[in-house]
C-alpha cells in the first residue's frame, strides 16, 4: 500500500503561477510511472501529464508549454508547476503513482484560478 498525499492547491488568479506537491511513501526512485490528473466541476477525470516507465515526461495539449512535472527520488516528491493558468485550469489536482502493478491516488487539492 502507497499513500499518496498532495498539496499547495488554493486561489489564485488568472496568469499567476502555483506550485503543487505530492509526497508518496514508497521509494521514489523504483517508481516508473506517475504523474498529476485533474477534475473540473461537472467533468470527467483527465490526465494532466507525467512520467512513463521508459522515462519520457507527457502533458496534455491544454497545459503544454504552461506545466512542468519534476520529482525528486531523493525525497520521494513530485512536484507540478503550473504558469500562465487559466479559468479553465480550476478544479481538483490529484497525484498518482504506479507502484507493483497497483495506482494509487492521493485525495486532491483544489486549484481554483479567478479572473
Known amino acids: 500500500q502507497v499513500q499518496v498525499l498532495e498539496f499547495g492547491g488554493g486561489l489564485v488568479q488568472a496568469g499567476e503561477s502555483l506550485r503543487l506537491s505530492c509526497a508518496a511513501s514508497?521509494?521514489?526512485?523504483?517508481?516508473?510511472?506517475l504523474g498529476w490528473a485533474r477534475q473540473a466541476p461537472g467533468r470527467m477525470r483527465e490526465s494532466v501529464g507525467g512520467?512513463?516507465?521508459?522515462?519520457?515526461?507527457t502533458y496534455a495539449d491544454s497545459v503544454k508549454g504552461r506545466f512542468t512535472i519534476s520529482r525528486d527520488n531523493a525525497k520521494d516528491m513530485v512536484y507540478l508547476q503550473m504558469d500562465s493558468l487559466k479559468l479553465e485550469d480550476t478544479g481538483v489536482y490529484y497525484c498518482?503513482?504506479?507502484?507493483?502493478?497497483?495506482?494509487?491516488w492521493g485525495q486532491g487539492t483544489q486549484v481554483t484560478v479567478s479572473s
Open positions: 514508497a521509494n521514489m526512485s523504483s517508481i516508473k510511472s
Open positions: 498518482y503513482v504506479w507502484n507493483r502493478g497497483h495506482l494509487y
Open positions: 512520467f512513463h516507465s521508459d522515462g519520457t515526461v
